[in-house]
């Protein structure tokens, strides 16, 4: 489910600055998350939420692979959702908004997706978060996670130096809290009454990410 590289410039070409245009085609091409995505939902017709979508690039792979479903872009940064927006123009059943995740989630029942913000907030919040996108899954609905894990790994320090480096240069607002650990996740989804599965994603990179799915037992034991 890799997109071919003239999808990679259809993408880039909707980016309004320079700098958009190059990290996007980039971004796409070397991040393993989108492709692992794409595999989980199936061509899924669920709608899909992404909590912390930052300028939208799930929304544009997702369509370029033909995905028509509703999609929902949730993000506290509001100079990344007015890029969002204005990539997605034209595009039906999309939406983007901004708000806080600890509070301002919108309504939502199908799939949800959260890309590596866990680690800013606190473990109480993270749990808050959570359960939160849990009660947001259909009956056949996945929660699809990827985010550098706790442990005491080299990949774990790359990680940590790598977000402190990204609020240095301002493309986070804010640095690093806490990083979540693998028994957070399964204790708190299990609690939810979900099934958890989680495996590294690291691709080609240094970084200790690892891809967390949750699901309904019920509907595990059933497909």
């Not at 999808?7 to 909707?14: P, Y």
């Not at 190059?22 to 061509?43: G, N, Q, R």
């Not at 912390?52 to 100079?79: A, K, N, S, W």
């Not at 989804?189 to 970084?207: D, N, Q, Y």
């Amino acid at each position: 489910m890799k997109l071919p590289p003239q999808s990679l410039k259809r993408i880039a070409s909707r980016a309004s600055t320079r700098w958009d245009r190059h990290y996007v085609p980039s971004k796409l091409a070397s991040d393993p998350v989108y492709e692992a995505v794409a595999t989980e939902l199936h061509a899924s017709a669920l709608p899909v939420l992404d909590i912390g979508c930052g300028i939208g690039l799930l929304t544009h792979y997702l369509r370029e692979l033909g995905y028509q479903v509703p999609m929902t872009g949730f993000d506290y940064d509001d100079r990344k959702i007015a890029s969002a927006r204005a990539m997605a123009a034209g595009m039906s059943d999309v939406r983007f908004s901004v708000g806080d995740a600890r509070r301002d989630l919108p309504e939502h029942s199908g799939h949800v997706v959260i890309l590596d913000i866990l680690q800013f907030f606190t473990p109480v919040e993270q749990d808050v978060l959570l359960r939160a996108a849990a009660v947001r899954l259909a009956p056949q609905g996945k929660l699809i996670i990827r985010n550098c894990l706790a442990d005491e790994s080299w990949r774990f320090r790359t990680t940590t130096m790598g977000d402190w480096f990204a609020k240095a240069t301002l493309w986070m607002k804010a640095g690093p809290v806490a990083y979540p650990t693998a028994d957070q996740f399964r204790r708190v989804l299990g609690e939810a009454g979900l099934s958890v599965s989680i495996r590294p994603l690291w691709g080609g990179t240094p970084f200790n990410n690892h891809l967390i799915v949750a699901q309904s037992a019920k509907s595990e034991a059933a497909s």
